[in-house]
């Protein structure tokens, strides 16, 4: 059974330029989180997505957006980078009504932002 | 705002030694509180967790201490291994609220000397 999967493993790009990761959940999940991790800090709540739409959304701005698909994978897209979107990018998938007890969380994509 | 602080940031144990890491939440409105282990090049995988209405959760080597008046809880590992080597992550997430998002802490870096 596979678990998280996240594309591409590593990336780099130059400011001011725009990219897209992806996520593909957990067989069963259908409810899909992202969140940047710092180097050194904890993990920090992007959005997360449900039937296509965004539920929630943490403290990122607008150059943050993202999509979810019918077979509930989903892509998270950075505008106009900064030197500080530099991260690794986790991707996590839960149930709908799952609550927070089923995350389960991708090996994530490390950003690199030149 | 940081609603979810960590400490030590690192520390080093012996191997058979005891782990002690500590978390202080500001939200009273958390009722789930999981910890994660990550280890380089990874996601944070689930540990062990806890609600408010226990002081004490015991998994393992691995147990969980609550107080809720303090509101502060701890992660213990007991008899520390050198596969216990790994990044640790306090959490805290409200269960009925949509999305259920993980508000992480900053994490600690544990080194277990053979």
């Known amino acids: 059974d596979a678990g998280v999967t996240q594309s591409p493993t590593h990336l780099i790009k130059t400011r001011g330029q725009q990219v897209t990761l992806r996520c593909s959940p957990k067989?069963?999940?259908?409810?899909v989180s992202w969140y940047q991790q710092a180097l050194g800090q904890g993990p920090q709540f992007i959005f997360q997505?449900?039937?296509?739409?965004?539920?929630q959304r943490g403290n990122f701005p607008d150059r943050f957006s993202g999509h979810q698909f019918p077979n509930y994978s989903s892509e998270l897209n950075v505008n106009a980078l900064l030197l500080g979107d530099s991260a690794l990018y986790l991707c996590a998938s839960t149930m709908t009504g799952g609550g927070p007890y089923g995350y389960t969380f991708g090996s994530g994509t490390r950003l690199t932002v030149v | 705002q940081q609603q979810v602080k960590q400490s030590p940031q690192s520390l080093i144990v012996q191997k058979g030694g005891i782990s002690i890491i500590n978390c202080a939440y500001e939200n009273t409105a958390f009722d789930y509180f999981p910890w994660y282990q990550q280890f380089p090049g990874k996601g944070p995988a689930l540990l062990i967790a806890i609600r408010p209405d226990v002081s004490e959760k015991k998994e393992g080597r691995f147990t969980i201490s609550f107080n809720k008046s303090a509101k502060q809880f701890s992660l213990h590992i007991m008899d520390s291994q050198p596969g216990d080597s790994a990044t640790y992550f306090c959490?805290?997430?409200?269960?009925?609220?949509?999305?259920?998002?993980?508000?992480f802490g900053g994490g600690t870096r544990v080194l277990v000397k053979p």
């Open positions: 067989s069963g999940h259908d409810t």
């Open positions: 959490a805290a997430s409200i269960i009925k609220a949509a999305g259920n998002k993980l508000t």
């Open positions: 997505y449900y039937e296509e739409e965004e539920r």
